[in-house]
């Protein structure tokens, strides 16, 4: 009889803590839904009128054009709101469509929605010891891996080719600039590795794009990084051993 009522009890604390972790995500889901309809909206069509040629000479080969956002961002507004917001990082084709969030403690956002919020789901969030406005030789975006694929749950997509070739670029949005964030990597590491330290020096940069080329699970069709380039190095929880770290290194390239 003793290990029956013990039974019942384990079971309905398994039910109670799965109803927590749903009511969180429940919870995380609308702050972020909340947050998308208040600043996202879907871009004008900038796509060129088709005309009928005047002679019947073959249409020369125009260089196809750089790809521009398909959103648009209100980050002037969601600033106004809360100012720990630097940034939106969008995905087409992707769940990758949230707010980026600083504050000057890396674990309030590993566990905080961006109202503040406590929240198993967290935030992105920039490194506390990067520049706000991305201007760093390079900028990490922290993020969970979690099991229902929100926040960075899918970034390990990038390990194939395939989801590469469909999704070559993100978007991030700042309050003065729009970048097209060209992806040319995708690797696991060691948080113990030297660019984890974000000691902002050459051979620091230099030994992330090394360790990122000679790693990738992707071929990358964009252009390698010039020395002036920032990278953005976006980084979550993988799980082929203690320390490894799932990394999608991309360049930042403002959108004109």
Known sequence: ????????FVT???VGKIAEILLERSRSSGEYKKLEETAVS????TAPVETTPLTSELPQETPEPDPKPPVTVDMKQLRSDNPDIIGWLYCDGTNIN???MQDDDNDFYISHLPDGTE???????ADARNSSDFSDPYTFIHGHNMSDGSMFGKLSDFST?????????MFLFTEDKVYRVDLVSGFTASYEGRFF???GSEEARQDLINTAFSSSYFESKSDAPSED????????CAYQYETARFILLGVLREVS
Do not use: R
């Open 12 to 14: 309905f604390a398994s």
């Open 42 to 45: 879907p871009a004008e069509s």
């Open 197 to 199: 330290y974000l000691d």
């Open 1 to 8: 009889m003793l290990l029956f009522a013990l039974s019942i």
């Open 229 to 236: 380039e920032k990278l953005l190095v976006l980084s979550t």
């Open 98 to 100: 949230y707010p980026v």
């Open 161 to 169: 080719q395939e989801f590469y070739d469909q999704h070559p670029y």
């Open 119 to 125: 929240n198993a789901s967290g935030s992105l969030f």
